[in-house]
């Protein structure tokens, strides 16, 4: 999507629009979820899902300054193994992406449910028995509608709106986490034993970070990589960005989840446990606990303010990836236009849209679509790591202008990180976002059926390891320990040893099943522009 008439955005625009996407829904719910399923040990989870994404972004950065496109991170699996694997990365990516949209405007109208003023009792119709009801449905496809109409009108008018609301809400949470502190400070909520501070043991503090939306709260680093070409300094700045924006918001994550755990009544954690705490808008039914009426009114604000943000950049970002798969010939061409006078995909934007509230209307809640999105995107991230090192072998002389030094290492790191916490993700939520992902195929086949294309089985061959992976990562969840709802054939921790072992072995047979296709022209031609 580049052309004259679009202005590229700098360092600072670029974290504001991250933080914009980062801070989202995830802080309003994630701590009070984290903390149901591990306790006081959901701070650890923070951090290692703050890391598991870090070493996948870490990948990432080498191969977005390579090929600096707008959503290019749907493009970098078919540059390197051929169009089925760019066709699966793509379409989980995407299947992730399209449901962040509807997540965001469900946290919104779930918090306005909760409205606790007597003229706002009309409000609580929206949100019944975990769930978003039929008449909060409208109320989310409205909110769905205004994250796509603001970015019909170009980058320019997105990052001016995204400096501002991403302003606010690093704002919000700061103030919260100060206030919190000021009224209700009980350090002794973490407990003065090792069983205190894990009172559901250590499983669930690795199952939080799938299942409580952290993972999620983190995802949005690739708004940096899908704006390509539209980012200033591509050199330096795709690499400032991830690591700037990840660092911020995951000090802020953890202070706010130390603010909660600390801000609970410790006689209320004794009558009921972690697990008894329920909340419908968790930070501003505390606020209202310990009597901080302003900030209620305060969060209920940024209960739009945050999710609305974050939309907005997710509908921008979704529709870059949506644009960007067309350009794969694997989806209907109209997805890959740009309207004439602002260089947009609304065409892609629109399809999103639809596609979004038709998801929203199926899984109705904030923790299963926070679930959702958590399996589909590690899906996608496994191709990163063997991307970038597959390049290395087949592309040494592509000018790199970031060369990764600790790539060899890091590379097989993410890829069972990954691996790993798609596992978190539980049985059966994991088989059934696989299947959700293999029920793309058809739509390549067909597409592939249609060019009549000569290298079919060349692309299967290239891409087979991973269609095996996810037949194994099935099989292992379904087979695995009962902390993660699996069978018990495999108990806790060997589980863990059992998927760390066999996922190297999928991460060197990707990078070894590596081959060449005319995609790979066009990311050298692609590169042939970059400047080192």
């Not at 903390?35 to 899902?49: D, L, M």
């Not at 990948?59 to 089925?84: D, K, T, V, W």
């Not at 997540?103 to 019944?128: G, H, L, R």
């Not at 950049?313 to 997805?335: D, I, Q, W």
């Amino acid at each position: 999507m580049k052309s004259d008439k679009t202005k590229k955005i700098g360092l600072f625009q670029l974290i504001m629009l991250t933080l914009g996407s980062l801070i989202g829904s995830g802080w309003l719910f994630g701590s009070w979820e984290a903390t149901s399923v591990a306790g006081p040990a959901a701070i650890i989870s923070w951090v290692i899902g703050g890391l598991v994404i870090a070493a996948i972004a870490y990948n990432y950065i080498e191969l977005g300054a390579m090929f600096p496109e707008a959503g290019g991170m749907s493009r970098y699996a078919q540059y390197s193994h051929g169009p089925l694997l760019g066709f699966i990365a793509s379409w989980s990516n995407w299947m992730s992406l399209i449901t962040l949209i509807p997540i965001e405007a469900v946290a919104a109208v779930q918090y306005m449910s909760s409205w606790p003023w007597a003229w706002a009792n009309w409000t609580k119709q929206f949100f019944s028995n975990g769930e978003i009801t039929t008449t909060g449905l409208f109320l989310v496809f409205g909110f769905m509608l205004v994250f796509t109409l603001i970015n019909f009108w170009s980058v320019t008018l997105l990052t001016r709106f995204t400096n501002f609301i991403s302003l606010f809400k690093i704002g919000v949470p700061a103030i919260t986490v100060i206030m919190l502190a000021l009224s209700s400070f009980h350090p002794e909520n973490y407990g003065h034993s090792l069983h205190e501070f894990m009172p559901y043991g250590s499983a669930p503090i690795f199952s939080a970070t799938a299942t409580a939306g952290i993972i999620f709260s983190f995802n949005a680093f690739q708004t940096v990589i899908n704006m390509g070409s539209e980012i200033k300094n591509t050199k330096k700045n795709i690499g400032r960005g991830i690591f700037l924006s990840l660092l911020i918001s995951g000090i802020i994550y953890v202070l706010i989840q130390s603010a909660y755990i600390m801000a609970i009544d410790p006689a209320t954690i004794a009558q009921h446990g972690w697990h008894g705490i329920n909340f419908n808008s968790p930070f501003a039914d505390l606020a209202i606990l310990l009597g901080i009426h302003w900030l209620s009114v305060l969060l209920y604000l940024d209960a739009f303010v945050s999710p609305v943000g974050t939309g907005v950049s997710f509908a921008a970002s979704t529709g870059r990836v949506l644009f960007a798969m067309e350009s794969n010939k694997h989806v209907p061409k109209y997805l890959g236009k740009l309207s004439s006078r602002f260089y947009m995909p609304r065409a892609a934007m629109l399809t999103n849209l639809g596609i979004s509230m038709i998801m929203v209307s199926v899984f109705r809640s904030w923790s299963t679509l926070a679930t959702v999105i958590c399996a589909s995107t590690l899906i996608a991230y496994l191709t990163g790591p063997v991307t970038a090192a597959a390049f290395r072998h087949t592309a040494p002389n592509f000018k790199r202008p970031v060369k990764l030094k600790m790539l060899s290492f890091m590379a097989p790191v993410a890829f069972v990180l990954a691996s790993l916490a798609i596992y978190w993700s539980m049985w059966p939520t994991t088989i059934e976002v696989i299947m959700v992902i293999l029920l793309g195929l058809p739509i390549y086949f067909y597409y592939e059926y249609k060019a009549k294309n000569s290298d079919t089985w060349k692309a299967f061959k290239s891409a087979l390891w991973l269609i095996v992976y996810l037949i194994f990562i099935s099989l292992i969840s379904y087979a695995g320990s009962h902390e993660f709802n699996g069978a018990g054939w495999i108990s806790y921790p060997w589980d863990f040893v059992v998927i760390i072992g066999v996922s190297l072995i999928f991460y060197y047979w990707g990078v070894k099943s590596a081959q060449i296709f005319p995609d790979y022209y066009q990311a050298k031609k692609l590169n042939d522009t970059v400047k080192e």
